[in-house]
């Protein structure tokens, strides 16, 4: 199985990478900085340098994968995430009051 995971040296990812690598798979990380990585798992890993907020370079580097971890990393202070576009729903969870996909507007 090939899987992905973003932000692999943050509070989040780096203990994905770590369970996945005891689990026996080695991950694709993607990350800006490879040499960011802890020492003890960067043998175990196939690093990608890779900007989240780089489109093309994202759908490239997670061609042909089975699964993603993706965790948005946080905007620096005063730096505002680029708008990106997906289609309707994609960012959507299930309401569970509904069961459908929440919706950012209110219905009048």
Do not use: C
Not at 1 to 21: D, E, F, K, Q, Y
Not at 22 to 50: F, I, K, M
């Amino acid at each position: 199985m090939s899987i992905a995971v973003t932000t692999p040296t943050g509070n989040v990812g780096r203990h994905v990478v770590a369970t996945l690598v005891r689990a026996g798979v080695r991950p694709r990380v993607l990350l800006r900085d490879p040499a960011r990585l802890a020492p003890e798992v960067r043998n175990a890993v196939d690093a990608v340098p890779v900007d989240q907020y780089d489109a093309d370079a994202v759908v490239a580097a997670t061609a042909d994968l089975d699964a993603l971890f993706w965790v948005n990393r946080p905007a620096a202070a005063g730096i505002r995430s680029p708008n990106t576009t997906a289609p309707p729903g994609a960012w959507s969870a299930p309401s569970p009051r509904t069961g459908s996909a929440a919706s950012s507007s209110k219905a009048a």
